[in-house]
């Protein structure tokens, strides 16, 4: 199965759906500018054993993000909070910033749902999916390494 294959099989995200929404000349523009910066690069490599997802996540803890399988679709998510204060004699001042995405794919009849594995390191989420000779359908919340 080539790379294209694979990214060919990915459910619309909502990105494509607003996209397509706003597809015109006035829209457009704005709502690349706000999905490009809004949701994290993704890499696939398909090997000879499995397929390899690199996802990039600065600013989220391992805590953060939920990687999920049901029915052959693969959901991952993050959310984060941050408040920061300062607090001085003649004022207050607070900023709050929150930050969240979620992805989903259609995996392929040849991943191993069941023993998908995830590992995060300095702002990178890699999810390995182990290839197999029969379809596997699983339901499990993948656990971060």
Do not use: C
Request: proline share 3%; hydrophobic share 35%.
């Amino acid at each position: 199965m080539s790379n294209q294959s694979l990214t060919s099989g990915l459910l619309p995200s909502t990105r494509g759906l607003w996209k397509n929404f706003f597809d015109d000349s006035f829209f457009g523009k704005y709502v690349d500018k706000f999905w490009d910066t809004a949701s994290p690069a993704i890499n696939i490599k398909n090997t000879d054993n499995g397929y390899e997802m690199e996802i990039a996540v600065p600013g989220f803890s391992k805590e953060d993000i939920n990687i999920d399988v049901e029915n052959d679709i693969l959901t991952i998510s993050a959310e984060a909070k941050q408040e920061t204060s300062d607090e001085k004699k003649d004022y207050t001042r607070r900023e709050y910033n929150f930050s969240s995405f979620s992805h989903s794919f259609h995996l392929p009849d040849n991943a191993k749902d069941d023993a998908i594995t995830a590992a995060y390191n300095n702002g990178v989420l890699i999810l390995n999916i182990p290839k197999t000779d029969k379809q596997v359908v699983s339901s499990k919340k993948v656990e971060i390494n």
